[in-house]
């Protein structure tokens, strides 16, 4: 609580003096003696007298919709301090109130801008005091969502939501929203990770992405709420969606692996090799220093095109630039030991990978041929999955088998057995 006490510490009551009616004098002397809810019955009595007249003038409902909102804001500073303390306090009496103070400067505001008869200027008299009341209670719902986390989550994450709107208030000009917003942004984006994180627990898929577009207007989290986002979008069925967010992940999040991963396979499962390369060179063209492109368009060309030497160039390239991806290594791996299996299931070799198929004495040197490119490949092959085991040794779905398959061509046996332990367990 040390956090909310330190920003409830700049709420204190102002002082309240408008005016020269009956009503605001008595409403001063109730203030006087801090009978705020005496000060808030008062208001509603006279703006129900308001509405019966024909001809209220609106600064006489901008001068009550300010004292109205200042009695609102009273009541609530006491709870918010108790909440503050860890004590019990009034919840609703802290929720409806907050809600009518900010209603009622809204208003105020309104009617303080109308001109007295159509034609004339606006004479504005409250708007530095309706600014002042708002102003105190920026930070109202972040703290009702805290006050609400233990007990009811849904309205904690809507409150944390509703906080970061807060700033957009018609009391201010929008460039006073601005300067709002500058100040507070990183509190806006903790507190619409808040949310969002309320909401995804909840499985409240459609709240938890509103709240995500928030998060992600800055780089808070951004990591975790991309994935969140893209499980919320594939709950909901709404594949295009998801595209374009792996899109955006993958052009704004560094730890993008995940995210390529994902829309590689999907491309991959729905045989669009033209979005897939497509994507893969707009974002080479866009970010050619980083090797996230490279390894895109190696992957395009393994997995989709079977074009191995085509992949091992771009893999390559990506590798230059990120000597210790282990993806990267994986892909080159495979771009060998790939091409080696096409090379045997297509017929290219004559004799490799047939084994029992007697060599001619003629072929002999074919033969020698044929078996020093298959063994240079997987010896090429061993050296990236071995380098895959040393940046990931704990992850032994990445190279075990690979590495079996490579051992057991050359003829390693011992190191076939070893990869062959861990794939038994």
């Known amino acids: 609580?040390?956090?909310?006490?330190?920003?409830?510490?700049?709420?204190?009551?102002?002082?309240?003096?408008?005016?020269?009616?009956?009503?605001?004098?008595?409403?001063?002397?109730?203030?006087?003696?801090?009978?705020?809810?005496?000060?808030?019955?008062?208001?509603?009595?006279?703006?129900?007298?308001?509405?019966?007249?024909?001809?209220?003038?609106?600064?006489?409902?901008?001068?009550?919709?300010?004292?109205?909102?200042?009695?609102?804001?009273?009541?609530?500073?006491?709870?918010?301090?108790?909440?503050?303390?860890?004590?019990?306090?009034?919840?609703?009496?802290?929720?409806?109130?907050?809600?009518?103070?900010?209603?009622?400067?809204?208003?105020?505001?309104?009617?303080?801008?109308?001109?007295?008869k159509p034609g004339a200027e606006p004479n504005p008299k409250f708007i530095a005091a309706n600014k002042e009341i708002v102003m105190k209670m920026l930070d109202q719902w972040y703290f009702a969502?805290?006050?609400?986390?233990?007990?009811?989550?849904?309205?904690?994450?809507?409150?944390?939501?509703?906080?970061?709107?807060?700033?957009?208030?018609?009391?201010?000009?929008q460039a006073e929203q601005d300067s709002i917003y500058n100040v507070k942004k990183d509190n806006y984006s903790k507190s619409a990770f808040n949310a969002a994180w309320t909401y995804y627990e909840l499985k409240d898929w459609d709240n938890m992405l509103k709240a995500a577009q928030v998060v992600l207007k800055?780089?808070?989290?951004?990591?975790?709420?991309?994935?969140?986002?893209?499980?919320?979008?594939?709950?909901?069925?709404?594949?295009?969606?998801?595209?374009?967010?792996?899109?955006?992940?993958?052009?704004?999040?560094?730890?993008?692996?995940?995210?390529?991963?994902?829309?590689?396979?999907?491309?991959?499962q729905t045989e669009n090799v033209a979005a897939a390369e497509q994507t893969a060179l707009r974002y080479i063209e866009l970010h050619p220093e980083d090797a996230t492109g490279y390894f895109m368009m190696g992957a395009v060309e393994l997995n989709m095109k079977k074009n191995y030497a085509k992949s091992r160039e771009y893999s390559e390239k990506a590798l230059s630039i990120a000597p210790n991806n282990y993806r990267i290594l994986v892909n080159l791996g495979a771009s060998y030991v790939?091409?080696?299996?096409?090379?045997?299931s297509s017929g290219a070799f004559k004799y490799v990978g047939h084994p029992g198929k007697a060599v001619p004495s003629k072929d002999k040197a074919l033969y020698d041929k044929e078996l020093a490119e298959f063994k240079t490949s997987y010896e090429k092959a061993?050296?990236?999955?071995?380098?895959?085991?040393?940046?990931?040794?704990?992850?032994?779905?990445?190279?075990?088998?690979?590495?079996?398959?490579?051992?057991?061509?050359?003829?390693?046996?011992?190191n076939a057995n070893e990869m062959k332990s861990y794939l038994d367990n």
């Open 1 to 116: 609580m040390k956090k909310i006490l330190s920003l409830i510490a700049v709420v204190m009551v102002s002082g309240l003096a408008y005016g020269q009616a009956a009503y605001t004098f008595k409403f001063e002397n109730l203030a006087r003696k801090s009978r705020f809810a005496s000060c808030d019955s008062l208001i509603s009595v006279e703006l129900e007298k308001a509405k019966k007249k024909e001809n209220t003038k609106a600064t006489k409902y901008a001068e009550l919709y300010n004292l109205g909102s200042k009695a609102a804001f009273s009541l609530v500073h006491p709870e918010l301090l108790k909440g503050a303390a860890g004590n019990p306090f009034d919840t609703t009496l802290f929720i409806s109130k907050s809600e009518q103070a900010l209603d009622y400067a809204a208003l105020s505001h309104d009617y303080d801008m109308r001109p007295a």
């Open 145 to 173: 969502g805290f006050f609400f986390l233990e007990t009811d989550k849904a309205r904690a994450a809507e409150y944390f939501l509703k906080y970061t709107q807060a700033y957009k208030h018609p009391v201010f000009t």
């Open 218 to 268: 800055d780089t808070f989290n951004m990591h975790t709420t991309y994935l969140m986002t893209c499980e919320a979008l594939l709950v909901k069925g709404d594949t295009v969606n998801w595209l374009k967010t792996l899109e955006e992940a993958i052009a704004r999040d560094k730890n993008n692996e995940q995210f390529i991963e994902w829309q590689q396979a999907y491309y991959l």
């Open 338 to 344: 790939n091409e080696m299996l096409a090379k045997v």
């Open 382 to 414: 061993r050296g990236y999955y071995e380098k895959v085991r040393e940046l990931e040794p704990s992850n032994s779905r990445l190279w075990a088998y690979p590495l079996y398959v490579c051992y057991g061509n050359l003829g390693m046996e011992a």
